[in-house]
């Protein structure tokens, strides 16, 4: 019997006891060593040999992953680990470091309790290592800690014993920092989550090198961080790896000190299910019953090339099985599974069933996308997946044969439901197609993918930035009219306090909330009482309040208020670019007795009217996306990296030396990074390193605003002069 066979057996058999399961994610910052780590730990499990572990980087499966150098996609594997005389079985996720792809990321949380966060010890906690700290604890997931590349430490820097016990120290404290930082509101943790060298939540290596040590380990094997630094400088890695592999001492702190589903469950279910806590549902999630009713919350779709799709995710209750017949939340009818399976990274393994606590695979689940609940009754979904980032770049596809058309369409609508954070706009009259993605990489990865996969030539148009408009102070009340003149609607808008447009963005306020929770929600997050009870409408980030007494028949026109108001927000009056941050007031109503003479026809076009006027009233502009960027560069090269930022309309906040590297800090805007990799390579002499992150909107300076958005308006083939009463540029 093969080796492999001989793990899928034992991972079914360990399936039924969710005691000894862990479900866990890596994540770390992009070249952190996640998947080199991941390869230590398959090995371990005897699932790839030894000697090409931390060289086969086996989870990043795709071609284009291996040549790129850098995981795009999140891989699954399960594994199992003998942990004090009794048998593990492991579910691990790979996840993406690239900011472009932190969608992945935020969706594996879902699927897990456990997260190893991985840092560079050299490097130390970097912007994404606190993105990925911050999407795990928005979970409610726990986190402990890996401080990898401690080689370098010795052999590069040639750091002392005392030295490089302060830099590991100070690596600790930072991510604690985080942790207590985003911990406090949390008031469903039992425990102190902040990791430590005692505890045990700590521990330290080399993932190239496959060697790794924590308290709990140097007690064990008597090795200490002298013997450690005398193998590393005298070059015995081998000696080093055998006395102290790093699977083993990963996979023992993740038995030891990760929550199993049994833990994890009662604190998880509350914190991303919004439905009756009370009833027998609840209970049968909470205490991870595989005799239960099946609740199974899809995290991640991808296209096999024999199996069809594959929906990837958490099973909370029951137990999956060929054949069934599961609901999908938000869709009509039934979808029947196919087949029920593990992954064993690239390869999927089918077995006969998946009960509670466990991550499955199944195919048959046509209607679901990321994100969906699927269950054997109908229930309250799940929370919807928030993420943190939204889309910032557009590009046009178009295909290169129009016989290739349809077969383009089919995959962009595929490609949407595999990766939400990628918006897709087909515009069938113009055979013009527009992805919206993270960022440029974004973007680059799913048009190769188009092109090698699915082998349809497509042409892409340069890469366009998306921008956003935004009153800047309070409008007037203003009138809008009906076509016939019978219909006309009093509006006001203001610019919202960001507190609560962050609580909207974090999904901790939405319409699909019970009406008290989310009045104390918006109360919470600085909304006066009585605005926060007329709450009528949420869209984007935008809200529509009633304020109106006693219309006659607004209660039966509501429903085309808010389509008329929607449909205003989606093209803003400066450019038809998404409005953010706004809150309406209706302040009254003038509506005709007759239903006929108050139709669609007419109530959209007064509301839309009434929306923009406001807007132009409330003075408002044009936003773009920005980004901070950090870059860490030898200090002979430091002026030529600040020139870089500040002569892309940037701003450099901070500058200060870390090791032998300066770091730069600044913001600029993202439409001016497009091509920041080439110019600073060249400028440094390639020896930059940078990352970036979307830092959300800021307000475009005065003096570029009309310029852009004449650019952005005949772009959209729309008529190239303003409304007169825009005057304030």
């Given amino acids: 019997m093969g080796r492999r066979k001989k793990i899928v057996q034992e991972c079914e058999r360990l399936m039924d006891n969710p005691e000894h399961i862990r479900n866990i994610a890596i994540a770390a910052h992009v070249d952190h060593g996640k998947t080199t780590l991941s390869d230590n730990l398959l090995a371990g499990a005897g699932m790839i040999s030894e000697d090409t572990a931390g060289e086969q980087l086996a989870m990043d499966t795709k071609e284009d992953e291996q040549e790129r150098g850098i995981t795009i996609d999140a891989a699954n594997v399960s594994m199992t680990h003998e942990y004090e005389d009794t048998n593990h079985l492991i579910n691990l996720i790979d996840t993406p470091g690239h900011v472009d792809f ?12 456990g997260a190893l966060v991985v840092v560079d010890a050299v490097e130390g906690a970097m912007p994404q290592t606190e993105t990925v700290l911050r999407q795990a604890l928005r979970e409610g997931v726990k986190p402990t800690l890996f401080i990898n590349k401690v080689d370098r430490l010795i052999s590069e820097l040639q750091e002392g014993p005392q030295e490089m016990q302060e830099r590991l120290m100070s690596v600790i404290a930072d991510v604690n920092e985080l942790i207590r930082g985003m911990a406090e509101n949390m008031d469903d943790i039992p425990e102190d989550w902040t990791v430590s060298v005692e505890d045990g939540t700590v521990g330290f290596g080399s993932a190239l090198y496959k060697w790794g040590v924590s308290m709990p380990s140097m007690q064990r094997t008597g090795m200490d961080f002298g013997d450690i630094m005398e193998l590393e400088q005298n070059d015995k890695r081998e000696e080093l790896h055998e006395r102290t592999p790093l699977s083993d001492v990963v996979l023992d702190m993740v038995c030891e000190h990760f929550p199993n589903p049994v833990d994890a469950q009662p604190r998880r279910v509350p914190r991303i299910w919004r439905g009756d806590a009370e009833s027998e549902l609840a209970d049968t999630m909470r205490m991870v ?52 399976g593990l992954f064993m990274g690239s390869e999927r393994e089918e077995v006969d069933r998946v ?123 203003v009138e809008g009219q009906s076509p016939n003149r019978h219909n006309k609607f009093y509006i006001t808008v203001e610019p919202m306090a960001q507190d609560i447009v962050d609580a909207i963005q974090l999904g901790e306020v939405s319409m699909d909330m019970p009406e008290l929770e989310r009045r104390e929600a918006l109360q919470e ?113 430091m002026g030529a990296a600040s ?87």
């Fill in 289 to 340: 019953n595989e005799d239960g009713e099946v609740v199974f919350m899809v995290t991640d779709i991808s296209m096999d090339p024999h199996a069809g799709e594959i929906a990837t995710g958490r099973v909370f209750s029951g137990t999956l099985e060929k054949g069934q017949e599961l609901y999908v939340s938000g869709t009509a009818g039934k979808n029947r599974i196919q087949s029920v």
């Fill in 355 to 477: 009960p509670a606590g466990n991550i499955a695979s199944v195919t048959g689940l046509r209607d679901a996308i990321a994100g969906s609940t699927v269950s054997s009754v109908e229930m309250t979904p799940f929370e919807s997946i928030e993420h943190i980032s939204e889309p910032v770049i557009t590009k046009s596809v178009e295909a290169q044969n129009m016989d290739d058309l349809p077969k383009l369409i089919e995959t962009l609508q595929q490609v949407a439901k595999e990766d939400p954070t990628i918006q897709i706009e087909i515009n069938e009259d113009t055979g013009e197609h527009l992805i919206s993605g993270q960022g440029e990489l974004h973007l680059e990865v799913i048009t190769q993918r188009i092109r090698d996969n699915q082998g349809i030539p497509v042409i892409t148009g340069e890469p366009i930035v998306v921008f956003r408009e935004q009153p800047q102070e309070s409008s007037r009340e």
């Fill in 102 to 113: 932190g969608g992945d990321v935020t969706r594996a949380m879902r699927a897990v309790d």
């Fill in 525 to 637: 997050a600085g909304m006066d009482k009585d605005t926060s009870q007329n709450v009528e409408d949420i869209h984007r980030t935008n809200i529509l309040i009633d304020d109106t007494k006693g219309i006659q028949h607004l209660n039966e026109t509501m429903e085309l208020v808010l389509e008329g108001l929607q449909e205003a927000l989606d093209d803003g009056p400066l450019a038809a670019e998404p409005v953010q941050g706004s809150l309406f007031r209706l302040h009254d109503a003038k509506l005709h007795e007759d239903t006929i003479h108050r139709g669609p026809a007419q109530v959209i076009p007064a509301v839309r009217d009434a929306v923009h006027r406001s807007l132009i009233d409330g003075e408002v502009r044009l936003l773009e996306p920005i980004q901070d960027v950090r870059i860490d560069v030898p200090s002979e090269h």
């Fill in 643 to 729: 020139g870089e930022i500040q002569g892309r309309r940037g701003r450099v906040d901070d500058m200060y030396q870390e090791g032998d590297l300066m770091v730069v800090e600044g913001i600029a805007p993202v439409e001016e990074m497009i091509g920041f990799s080439s110019d600073i390579r060249s400028a440094t002499e390639g020896r930059a390193s940078w990352n970036t992150e979307n830092a959300g909107f800021r307000v475009l300076v005065d003096n570029l605003q009309r310029e852009k958005i004449m650019e952005i308006r005949e772009r959209k083939g729309m008529k190239l002069e303003l409304p007169q009463s825009i005057d304030y540029f």
